[in-house]
């Protein structure tokens, strides 16, 4: 597990470097381009986007080892690349320089028509912090803190021609269909698109802490629709530890497994009543305050369950679908895991290994506590993984096997299931 | 009755404002410049010797115009209580999302007049007079860079700082004028990376290293 561990670039740090290296050498094709174009007008753009394909095509086989490895295992199916270039590019913005004041300023005045001088009583000049498409000013307000959300310019704009560039490399790269690949990158075009969208994670963010309100020991912030615009996002700054910082005071396993019982009610109660979900449990969205509630931020990323696909999936997680005599083919063929045009040796292969992985990742739904804490269960989960990754079979399929929906419920839960490991939480699942 | 005209016209005196005014509306709905100064005149019920007491030319209007954006854009960032507590490069940042601003307000007249020059190092006569506010206002912030450290001084190279800005600028508003992005995010965007590297670049960095690199094997051969 360990190598496993270091071969993964989990952190920030390493995942922004390695798309560094690929911003800088798009940035180079980019001069190359115009370089040439100096000499000859006629040079066509397709030399271009040829060079910029090639090398994003290399960054991402960098990943294929990797990060894409385990979100291909919790899909299920070979197409959670898509989640390799949500990474991609909300990565990629890690990279872009901070915005200058006077863009800032120049944010607000197209957006609120007003300076952050006018609005605010202080308002910091230099960002505190980078959110994965903007940054975050610390303000204050008749008394309060406020964090402020400023989003780059043209970030909204530029994913759809990204996501353009990348389509077809994808399907050569992953030997899928067109079509298939259509699906996967349409739910995370979308999801992407929405998350620039800051108009909606307001309405979102409300929405759903209203409705999570009655949870305890939950601490959101609350929102400014008045401060707030579709670049802008103005809600109360929350002091706390995060995850890591609040491990590192040695809190008892009692306090522990409270704050892991939180966060597990927090997305149950989301998924199982609201039916839709904050679909980005990254660390950074979570902070522990001082009076140990835990407090969450970052509605940007909110996936919507459809009540079908609901069913299905949550029949996966149940008591009854492990026993002989059940009869999970159906089940498969209704989520899409095995399809038509499958002969029957492939789909006794498939249903044999999705069986194995429906017992790993729902074995936490099917007991009462679940200690995620256990380290051999988070073993096995990347020891499946990687012999499934490296099965010809899965290599070479063409079909994509799944379900669209499932490509942030499953992102949600790994997120979910890590942060709990990362706790050591032991915890009432059911 | 040609008295009686000539009475109308003077009371209705024209002036420099309502020429300029009368002008940018024929451009803007017939799409080019008046035939001549004389029918552009018959039309408003004057004399053509009327025009010359404020312009020579069409084109000394468009000057005029052109210089009017960069006055009113240094005027707006002057006025704005945070400016005096920038860095030059806040300073340029501010010049130029601001000129930007004002641009929008004209925008089918600056897609009208504005040509980029073939040559860089040609001016055309229209934007002289605003490429002089131009310069004034980039010397001004280049000073004021070298006095805090923010650009370092460089023999010959240093006194051409304004013109790698001047073809910023330029870069910028052709960029513009080609931004089809919403609310023009782009171009903001475009602002904030190219002044951004003209920064970089004017401040001390591998250039200076690689200057004094070269110097260091030349003397040592």
Not at chain 1, 196 to 219: A, F
Not at chain 2, 99 to 128: I, M, Q
Request: with cysteine; net charge negative.
């Amino acid at each position: 597990m360990k190598d496993e561990q270091t071969s993964i670039p989990t952190s920030k740090v390493q995942r922004a470097t390695r798309f560094l290296k690929t911003g800088a050498k798009v940035g180079g094709n980019y001069l190359k381009h115009y370089g040439k174009k100096m000499f000859d007008s006629e040079l066509s753009r397709d030399q271009l986007d040829n060079d910029n394909a090639a090398d994003i095509y290399d960054s991402l086989s960098e990943l294929k080892g990797s990060a894409l490895k385990i979100a291909q295992m919790l899909s299920m199916d070979k197409n959670v690349l898509p989640t390799a270039y949500q990474d991609k590019f909300a990565m990629s913005q890690y990279s872009a320089p901070p915005l200058s004041y006077p863009l800032v300023v120049q944010t607000f005045r197209k957006y609120l028509g007003k300076t952050p001088d006018d609005l605010f009583e202080t308002f910091t000049k230099n960002a505190v912090n980078a959110a994965s498409i903007g940054q975050v000013h610390k303000a204050t307000l008749d008394g309060k803190t406020l964090a402020v959300k400023i989003q780059y310019p043209g970030v909204a704009d530029s994913i759809s021609s990204d996501l353009k560039i990348v389509r077809p490399i994808a399907s050569r790269m992953f030997k899928i269909g067109t079509a298939e690949l259509e699906q996967y990158i349409g739910e995370v075009e979308s999801k992407l698109i929405e998350e620039t969208d800051y108009s909606l994670e307001l309405k979102r963010s409300m929405e759903i802490t209203g409705l999570c309100g009655h949870l305890e020991g939950i601490k959101f912030p609350t929102y400014y629709p008045e401060l707030s615009s579709d670049r802008i996002l103005v809600m109360d700054w929350i002091n706390g530890l995060h995850i890591k910082e609040w491990l590192a005071t040695n809190p008892s396993q009692e306090q522990k497994n409270e704050i892991g019982q939180r966060l597990w009610d927090f997305y149950d109660f989301q998924i199982h009543s609201l039916k839709q979900v904050h679909a980005d449990p990254h660390p950074g969205n979570f902070m522990i305050t001082d009076d140990n509630k835990l407090g969450i931020i970052d509605f940007g990323c909110v996936k919507e369950i459809p009540e079908d696909f609901y069913e299905q999936y949550f029949k996966l997680m149940k008591d009854d679908v492990l026993n002989p005599d059940y009869n999970l083919k159906d089940l498969f063929f209704e989520l899409g895991f095995l399809s038509d045009k499958d002969t029957e040796k492939e789909k006794a292969f498939y249903l044999e290994i999705f069986t194995e992985m429906i017992e790993l990742l729902g074995r936490p739904f099917r007991s009462k506590t679940f200690d995620f804490g256990d380290d051999t269960y988070f073993k096995q989960i990347f020891e499946v993984g990687d012999r499934v990754s490296k099965m010809k079979e899965i290599r070479n399929s063409k079909t994509a096997r799944g379900n669209r929906h499932g490509l942030y419920i499953n992102r949600t839960y790994f997120g979910l299931y890590n942060l709990l490991n990362e706790l050591k939480a032991e915890v009432i699942t059911s | 009755m040609e008295k009686a005209v000539k009475k109308k016209a003077t009371k209705a005196s024209l002036s420099a404002v309502a020429i300029m005014k009368a002008y940018k509306k024929h451009l803007l709905t017939e799409g080019s410049q008046p035939k001549s100064v004389f029918v552009f005149m018959e039309h408003l019920n004057e004399e053509e010797e009327e025009f010359y007491k404020y312009f020579s030319s069409f084109e000394a209007i468009d000057a005029e115009l052109w210089k009017s954006f960069a006055e009113r854009t240094i005027k707006a960032i002057k006025s704005d209580k945070a400016y005096n507590g920038y860095g030059a490069r806040e300073k340029m940042l501010a010049f130029l999302f601001t000129l930007v601003e004002v641009l929008k307000k004209d925008r089918s007249y600056v897609k009208l007049t504005f040509k980029r020059p073939d040559k860089p190092e040609l001016v055309p006569a229209w934007l002289r007079d605003f490429k002089k506010e131009f310069d004034a206002f980039s010397m001004e912030v280049i000073e004021e860079g070298i006095g805090s450290e923010e650009i370092v001084k460089r023999p010959i190279l240093s006194e051409r700082y304004y013109d790698g800005l001047w073809l910023q600028i330029l870069f910028i508003i052709s960029f513009w004028l080609k931004d089809t992005s919403k609310g023009f995010e782009r171009t903001d965007a475009a602002i904030e990376k190219s002044a951004n590297l003209s920064f970089e670049l004017m401040g001390r960095g591998p250039l200076d290293l690689m200057l004094d690199f070269g110097k260091f094997l030349y003397q040592n051969r």
